[in-house]
């Protein structure tokens, strides 16, 4: 260690440092985690490790971008799950291994998604219920549709000109999975809403003071439920690749996937009181949430002292950033 | 006999008592008057322990006590019943009243038969019509308000301080509390009765003491007093009689009129309010708190909805039915309760400023950043806001550049109508006649603006022409050389001789 | 505002709509082929139905039964109930049950303790009464377990692997959920096969807790950790392990199972294609266990009783069923295989149940 001149103590640096880019420190965190993976099992820095570590963190990704959007806008949308395994069952229903469906498949994914948010959002902003309450119930009732419509055993597989988009290495690099490809679509379009369009200015304000937005002239409503749209449609996308990364789909495959999403934006340094978060801060959070799985299985943990291992490396790295500063009266 | 002596008291910098003094008998009621920030109710405070006087002394029959908290003014016989209820909403009126003083038996448990007879008793003393068992939260304010005296003078007390309780009673109400403060009168008890209804005062209360900008001015016996006696110790002048109130529509006959208001009714609030802007006017909202102010400028936004009346908007009938639909018809709103209306703390000064430009215009559409960036960098150039940086968050500044920074946000997009409401709460003398100048110079750009304020000064100095609210209704038209501070405050306390003013507007409307 | 709510309620009723819909199953009960037809009343109690495809399939297997035992003169009546995991809604349903005079009561239980009174009750009442799939083992009440014998499903499995791979090759192993009864006999039967065949588990312990996207990460971390085996053993979910690969893009292991549905079936029909590149174990843990269940209490209903020294575990009465169903590379060109696997839908189960005839000359004097 180097001198500590400076009159911070390094814990007291860090948390400065958690709370000014929590982005970066948990793009910092992931390389520290990937480190000890590798010092752990040598074997694991391997190309094709990499890739396919940007492959659950792009799918990740995507699927945290709407939860990001939502909980910025003072949100949350605990149906991204759902939505995500309705989407797969509809593109292993839909495609059936056939190619040329894409984009029938993409609309009607689409579609599914953005009526899923507008119900989520309807329910929240004009009846006004808490939205983990809204979010969860409507998840429940798509994922009874998802067996009800199937008879429990979806049929067919995503088209293998679909799967190959997803899953083929870009160039013949093991650690370029063609997702990316995905990815820049995606990715733009979420900073560009976020960052670059009224829209995301309008979510940012109505998340940090949804008083003043509305006073101010923001149409609050409908910007908080455009937030469950997107959230919803990003969702739907992100399913219908998850079904091609995993071939074929199941009723309530993805579920998990609506604590994980929430899980990645928040380490990623989104505040769960709104008005504060980026995008980058969610990608890099399912990049911690990522290789902190492939450390645990390189430590060949079983499952229940992961869960316990996982949690409590979550509750530190709540502990140590999300929490606000005072805000000057 | 209670008496305050000498009592200094400062928020910061902000004098609220300066060498303030009250001494009130037992079985008498004594009036406290003022106007808005005279610091009656910061006298109040300190007698019900809510506010630590910084010098001065309180005695108690000649002797000298200390009041530091709620228990200490209980325990002294001091009871308060405040304006800003303190009964909680969702327990029983029971509870509410019996709250920490329940009657005991001889095991130490709550005595039911003997709370009951309390409780009873004292409803039927207040005539008030509720169950023992409703819930605070269901009754009618005028129901609550006499509950809130009901439960003071439960505690038997020796000193009641009543602040303000009649504003939300209705007649009836208030003669049944006038007959129990007689009542109480005959026991003993002394009394101190804040109000701003002139009229009460010369009906119930023995004697007075008028405050005026932190010092107790004048006590004197009630008879003593005429109105004009009143005025000129909360104002310092004395109104003038001889010169006739005129409605001067000053040079605006030609001028297109940008807002007109007719007849509007807001429940609870608002009554019948008219009043018109010309292009390039400001209009000034005066009166004192809670005379139907806020609730005007937000139906003018669209923020809430109004029962009755109309109002005309550039020439049109206006059907605003949300705030972001007047601001894209070209209106903008700025609010004086900065930390839950305007400011969005998180959010860089960036985005303080742009918040305005964000919430006009479609939504997808590209902001790009550095036209971004130069519109704020104008805003804080022209308007001199001290900031650190424009990425700095909007809560490291200081409460005055807040302020301005709310104000640049809206002055930047050149409203046509642009509403105020007691914009400068709590900004420094400083920043505030900055923002006054800004607003001047946008009027004579021809920006229309209404602005609603607490401080007469604001409004005397601003404002073409002042309407002055008086329990939800136009009390005053001031213009011109009408504008004075004596007829100001005259008109806020809804003296009668303006009944002309009112009727002569009627008129005219 | 009311335009919202417009669309709100239209959505509801649509999803309202598609969710009532196609959902009433057939009563049972086919013309009976004359002669004396003896009515039965049948409740099968479960824990949950929806949302568990196994269950699912369990159910509609009970009811496939049902109309096959017209053949014997029954007419079988079937209903359902379900208790949603509560112990007490159980109860309760069980004794309504016992109260309406049902015949045979099927019993998948939420618990595997706590029904005594309601058992006794119930064979007070001479009601044939059954705990079938999950294990009910309260030594103080006797009555008839059967389940699927999970054991055999582990001992099977390693003991092919073990033939197949020969003796000190190295497997990785995924299990299950850790805790759960079935996964620790199965568990118990890998690792005697293990120690039979003499294969080394390398590796740390893994768990896929029966989610295909968790085996999919799992069996993706494992790749990328670089660990060298021959052979992953899996407690189903083999598919997202294959998926895994693919994903991947690492040549297959030699072998790969033990799973039942249809999915894996194609798989390894496609992979091995062009001649044998890896060798595999489909095996059925069917949900037919309680359609052969149901089987058992048809015969006692029809008079007939157990052979003697016939229970897998005596002190809690339960005969467990070894799996009959099970393929391996050697059936690659087996038409029974090739026609399940062409037929069945990729998250369907490889199912079968014993009939009356099959239960009575196998269980019954």
């Known amino acids: 260690m180097s001198s500590t001149k400076s009159t911070l103590t390094l814990g007291q640096r860090s948390k400065l440092f958690m709370q000014k880019s929590p982005a970066r420190m948990a793009f910092l965190i992931a390389l520290v985690l990937y480190a000890i993976t590798v010092m752990i099992s040598p074997g694991s820095l391997n190309a094709s490790a990499i890739g396919s570590i940007v492959m659950l963190t792009l799918l990740l990704s995507i699927a945290s971008a709407g939860q990001t959007i939502v909980l910025i806008g003072g949100g949350m949308d605990f149906g991204v799950g759902a939505v995500m395994s309705s989407a797969a069952i509809l593109t292993t229903t839909i495609m059936n291994s056939q190619d040329g469906r894409f984009f029938p498949l993409l609309f009607a994914a689409l579609a599914m998604g953005a009526t899923v948010g507008l119900l989520n959002g309807i329910c929240t902003v004009k009846i006004g219920l808490p939205p983990l309450i809204v979010t969860m119930a409507i998840s429940n009732v798509i994922t009874r549709m998802q067996y009800v419509l199937t008879q429990g055993s979806p049929m067919g597989y995503a088209s293998p000109s679909f799967i190959k988009s997803v899953t083929s290495k870009l160039f013949g690099l093991q650690f370029l999975p063609s997702i990316i490809l995905y990815g820049l679509i995606i990715i733009p379009l979420v900073f560009y809403l976020l960052n670059h369009s009224r829209f995301g200015k309008q979510v940012y304000l109505l998340g940090n003071n949804p008083v003043a937005a509305r006073l101010n002239g923001v149409n609050i409503n409908r910007i908080q439920i455009l937030t469950y749209v997107f959230s919803g449609m990003f969702a739907a996308f992100a399913g219908m690749l998850g079904a091609a990364y995993m071939n074929a789909a199941r009723c309530q495959i993805f579920d998990e996937y609506a604590y994980n999403s929430l899980i990645a934006v928040i380490i990623g340094g989104t505040s769960f009181s709104g008005g504060v978060g980026t995008y980058t801060g969610s990608i890099a959070g399912s990049l911690v949430m990522v290789v902190l799985s492939n450390l645990l299985t390189a430590m060949g943990l079983a499952q229940p002292t992961r869960n316990v291992f996982m949690g409590l490396i979550m509750i530190v790295l709540l502990i140590f950033y999300n929490r606000e500063k005072k805000v000057r009266q | 006999m209670f008496e305050l002596r000498g009592v200094d008291k400062r928020f910061d910098a902000v004098v609220a008592l300066n060498n303030a003094s009250l001494s009130v008998e037992p079985g008498e009621v004594h009036a406290l008057l003022g106007s808005n920030g005279s610091g009656k109710s910061t006298m109040i405070k300190i007698l019900a322990g809510l506010v630590n006087p910084n010098a001065g002394e309180i005695l108690i029959d000649g002797n000298p006590v200390e009041i530091r908290n709620g228990y200490d003014s209980r325990k002294l016989g001091i009871a308060t019943a405040f304006q800003d209820l303190s009964l909680i909403p969702t327990m029983s009126v029971r509870d509410n009243i019996l709250l920490g003083n329940e009657p005991r038996n001889a095991l130490g448990f709550v005595d039911q038969k003997a709370s009951d007879e309390i409780i009873n008793r004292l409803l039927e003393r207040f005539q008030i019509d509720c169950d023992p068992d409703d819930y605070v939260q269901t009754l009618m304010p005028s129901t609550q308000t006499m509950l809130e005296v009901a439960k003071a003078v439960a505690l038997k007390p020796r000193l009641l301080l009543l602040d303000e309780v009649t504003a939300a009673l209705h007649y009836d109400e208030i003669q049944v509390l006038f007959s129990v403060m007689r009542e109480l009168k005959e026991e003993g008890i002394a009394m101190v009765y804040v109000t701003h209804r002139m009229n009460e005062v010369f009906e119930v209360c023995d004697r007075t003491t008028i405050m005026r900008s932190g010092e107790s001015v004048i006590t004197g016996p009630m008879d003593d007093f005429s109105l004009d006696d009143i005025v000129y110790y909360m104002t310092g002048q004395r109104p003038d009689k001889s010169k006739k109130d005129v409605v001067h529509m000053h040079s605006d006959e030609g001028r297109e009129i940008v807002l007109d208001v007719k007849n509007l009714s807001i429940f609870p609030k608002v009554h019948d309010i008219s009043l018109r802007a010309h292009k390039g006017e400001i209009v000034g909202i005066g009166g004192l708190q809670g005379q139907g102010q806020p609730e005007l400028i937000r139906a003018i936004l669209g923020a809430i909805r109004y029962e009755e009346g109309e109002i005309i908007y550039d020439g049109e009938p206006s059907t605003l039915k949300s705030p972001s639909k007047a601001v894209k018809n070209g209106m903008g709103f700025i609010s004086g309760e900065r930390n839950r209306e305007a400011i969005f703390p998180a959010r860089t000064v960036l985005e303080n400023i742009l918040a305005g430009k964000v919430a006009k215009g479609k939504t997808f559409a590209y902001m790009p950043a550095k036209a971004n960036r130069a519109f704020a960098q104008r805003a804080v150039d022209k308007y001199n806001i001290v900031i650190g940086s424009l990425n700095h968050p909007a809560s490291s500044l200081s409460g005055g550049n807040q302020q301005k920074l709310v104000v640049a946000r809206w002055i930047a997009m050149q409203p046509k109508l642009l509403l105020l409401d007691d914009p400068t709460r709590g900004v420094d003398i400083h920043s505030r006649l900055e923002i006054h100048e800004i607003l001047k110079e946008c009027a004579n750009e021809g920006m229309t603006i209404l602005i609603s304020s607490s401080e007469s000064e604001e409004l005397l100095s601003l404002c073409d022409v002042i309407y002055v609210f008086y329990e939800g209704c136009v009390s005053a038209q001031l213009t011109g050389e009408n504008k004075t501070p004596e007829k100001l405050v005259a008109a806020m306390m809804g003296m009668s001789e303006d009944q002309e003013i009112v009727s002569t507007m009627e008129a005219k409307a | ?365």
């Open chain 3, 1 to 365: 505002m009311k335009k919202y709510l417009v669309i709100l309620l239209a959505l509801m009723m649509v999803l309202v709509a598609v969710a009532c819909g196609p959902k009433d199953p057939d009563t049972t009960g086919t013309e009976p082929p004359g002669g004396d037809v003896k009515v039965v009343k049948l409740a099968s109690h479960n824990a949950i139905i929806e949302g568990n495809p196994y269950r699912v399939r369990y159910e509609a297997d009970i009811q496939e039964a049902a109309a096959a035992a017209a053949s014997h003169g029954l007419d079988v009546k079937y209903a359902s109930f379900v208790s949603n995991w509560d112990a007490a809604t159980e109860s309760q349903q069980i004794e309504n049950s016992i109260n309406e005079g049902y015949d045979v009561i099927l019993v998948n239980p939420v618990s595997p303790t706590g029904l005594d009174p309601i058992i006794e009750k119930a064979q007070k009442a001479g009601i044939v009464y059954i705990n079938a799939d999950c294990e009910y083992t309260s030594t103080d009440v006797n009555v008839l377990n059967v389940s699927t014998d999970q054991y055999y499903l582990g001992y099977k499995t390693g003991t092919y692997a073990g033939e197949v791979l020969g003796a000190g090759k190295k497997i990785i192993m995924i299990a299950a959920l850790d805790g759960n009864q079935a996964n620790t006999d199965r568990q118990a039967g890998f690792e005697k096969a293990f120690d039979e065949k003499g294969l080394v588990v390398v590796g740390g312990q893994y768990n896929h807790d029966w989610d295909a996207v968790k085996a999919q990460q799992i069996m993706t971390e494992i790749l990328n950790s670089g660990l060298e085996f021959d052979a992953v053993l899996t407690s189903q979910c083999a598919e997202a392990i294959l998926a895994a690969y693919d994903a991947a893009g690492k040549p297959y292991p030699e072998f790969v199972g033990f799973n039942d549905t249809g999915e894996f079936m194609q798989r390894v029909l496609e992979i091995n294609k062009d001649g044998r590149k890896m060798d595999f174990m489909v095996l059925s843990n069917p949900p037919g266990v309680g359609a052969s269940a149901l089987n058992f209490g048809l015969n006692m209903l029809l008079g007939k009783e157990l052979k003697d020294n016939i229970y897998t575990v005596p002190e809690i009465h339960a005969i467990r069923l070894p799996s009959k169903l099970s393929f391996t590379y050697d059936d690659i060109e087996n038409e029974e295989f090739l026609n399940y696997a062409n037929t069945m839908k990729p998250g369907d189960a490889l199912t079968y149940w014993l009939t009356i005839d099959e239960v009575a000359q196998a269980y019954f004097k």
